[in-house]
């Protein structure tokens, strides 16, 4: 079975511009998180949806956005992209929400802004 | 709130000795802990994680890891390492119901051949 897949892979952006992350969680999952990492750091709890509600934000600005679609695959959007936005942007995956159900990661979205 | 402390950023170990990686976590209600291993260039692999019952877990590639509830401590051990344990370790915890992972800053493992 196919794992969290998440394109794009690797992105190059320009500060001031906005990008969306793409997120297919494994077949039969229905919640997805978002986690941001910073080099050298642990990963930052971003957004978690499940059955395409919000159940959970982490200390984001309102510059983070994301949206969970009918076949419970999601997309993390990121607005007037800073310099510090550049890290590496991982999805994961578990059967509900609400739980500590296991989590599969993606193998990420490694952003890079200048 | 729920945070999370690896004190030790590197641990250098010999090929084929034990290892341990330190974890301290805080939080005002129960937990569930979890040790995730992050190779160079990707995503993250559950190696562990208690939930319940039994405070000594058994995870993949050997490692296991003890909660210690008085302790707030959940440290993975592993009895002889390999090469292909290089990587990142992470501890992290959620809690209260909800998903919401909490990280530690994470260990880098290096083997010494």
């Known amino acids: 079975d196919a794992g969290v897949t998440q394109s794009p892979t690797h992105l190059i952006k320009t500060r001031g511009q906005q990008v969306t992350l793409r997120c297919s969680p494994i077949?039969?999952?229905?919640?997805v998180s978002w986690y941001q990492q910073v080099l050298g750091q642990g990963p930052q709890f971003i957004f978690q949806y499940y059955e395409k509600e919000e159940r959970g934000r982490g200390n984001f600005p309102d510059r983070f956005s994301a949206r969970q679609f009918p076949n419970y695959s999601s997309e993390l959007n990121v607005n007037a992209l800073l310099l510090g936005d550049s890290a590496l942007y991982l999805c994961a995956s578990s059967l509900a929400g609400g739980q500590a159900y296991e989590q599969y990661f993606g193998p990420g979205t490694r952003l890079t802004v200048t | 709130a729920q945070s999370v402390t690896q004190l030790d950023s590197q641990v250098p170990v010999f090929e084929e000795a034990p290892v341990e990686l330190r974890c301290n976590y805080s939080s005002s209600v129960s937990v569930y802990l979890f040790w995730y291993v992050q190779y160079p260039n990707q995503g993250l692999q559950l190696l562990l994680k208690y939930l319940s019952g039994s405070t000594l877990v058994k995870g993949i590639n050997g490692f296991e890891a003890e909660f210690n509830k008085s302790q707030t401590s959940f440290h993975l051990r592993k009895p002889s390492v390999h090469i292909s344990d290089t990587a990142e370790y992470f501890c992290?915890?959620?809690?209260?119901?909800?998903?919401?992972?909490?990280f530690g800053t994470g260990t880098r493992l290096t083997i010494i051949p």
């Open positions: 077949s039969g999952h229905k919640s």
């Open positions: 992290a915890v959620s809690g209260n119901g909800n998903e919401k992972l909490t």
